[in-house]
């Protein structure tokens, strides 16, 4: 192993260490990481920034200041209301109306899009029933995840493998999709164990729940039509963005400055409300973990995964999807499933139908993003809203919940791929 590799892998490792003891700020740890590899010679700037992704920061920003917009309007309070009196002002079936919107939402959208039109809903509905909105937020996190593992323009990871193997939606829809219904429900029968049995919330704040008026908590009704509008407009850009050639921070980014435009909002007001904190962490964490791929470390990691298995098919399906899993807890999942893939056509064109392989990459990448507050973009985002408005998720109270369930998750992709392909 190189001096450089080590360099890397020490870097790495401290900046884990720090977020996840949180020692230090996480956006202060992902920073200084990235500069400790620019100054030490690993990277240099120019090439420490071409591992920053910026379709997902364009994403990010865009659709925050898109929902600094929209929210204005009094939309979220008026499907909170909705949502409250569907669900009779009673906590435990309102969390799980949620989760499964949330769910719906990130098999269509992407999973930030999803949390950042979810989570103001949430804290106005919480609020009025005057309960601790973490519950809530922890299981929209691992709905997110879990939804956006379904489809093929669900999560990043799912695009990259679709588009290398030429998988259709279709096919996403009856592979991982079918196998996200039973994580889903399983996910949701142990959230009653976890959180629904101890929900409680007083009478008195039920019935005023449902004495609301829905009607009333819409602020702006010109804002409101437009943002109606837009929102279909984004959701149908989402949907259809191979189709019509823009990469997804395109569309986010034009719909917020179609929103600036026509929403006659203050713009420093809105600008304020991005969570330039977050940006900055993403920005940092990239680049640390571009590190490990400048280096070949990453590289040198996923050929290991292959020699260990000997070309035995059902182990090989097992090792990527448990591995992709652990690392996607603690990594980025984009430049490792972007490692494998490679590989993966490598093994294809020696003769080895690789179908179940990429389905394995998909569910293990994807779901390993519950595993920790840091293994996905809507982990962060969320968690990020919820610190700000005073109700911490720390690194440790989400990996006590989040990690196990992630592997509950995995046991049972692990059953369906047994059962599908073996």
Known sequence: MTSTQIIAIVIFLVTMAAIMTEKLHRTVAAVAGALLLILTGVLSVESGFSYVDLNTLGVLIGMMLFVAVVKNSGIFEYIAIKAAKIAKGRPWPLMVLFALITAVLSAFLDNVTTVLLIGPMTLAITSMLRINPIPFFMTQIMASNIGGTATL?????????????????????????????????ATIVCFYFIYGRKLHVEPEAMDSILQLDENKAIKDRSLLI????????????????????????????TAAA?????????????????????????????????????????????????????????????????VSAIISSFLDNIPFVATLIPLILTMQSSGVDVTPLWWAVSLGACLGGNGTLIGASANVVLSGISNRHGFPITFASYFKVG????????????????????
């Open 226 to 253: 437009k943002s109606v509008v837009m929102i279909l407009l984004v959701v149908f850009g989402f949907v259809f963005h191979s189709q019509l050639h823009l990469e997804s921070c395109t569309i986010a980014l």
């Open 258 to 322: 179609v929103m600036l435009l026509i929403g006659r909002q203050d713009v420093e007001e809105i600008v304020a409300g991005v969570e330039w904190t977050t940006i900055l962490f993403f920005t940092g964490l990239f680049i640390v973990v571009g590190g490990l791929q400048e280096t070949g470390v990453i590289q040198i990691l996923a050929n290991g995964l292959m020699d260990l298995t000997e070309g035995h098919m059902t182990l090989t399906i097992l090792l990527i999807l448990w």
């Open 153 to 185: 323009i669900g999560d990043p990871p799912n695009i990259m493998i679709g588009s290398a193997a030429g998988l259709s939606f279709t096919d996403f829809i009856t592979n991982t999709g079918v196998a996200v219904l039973f994580v889903l429900a």
């Open 403 to 422: 990690f196990p369930l992630m592997l509950v998750s995995v046991a049972i992709s692990t059953v369906f791929l047994l059962l599908r392909f073996t």
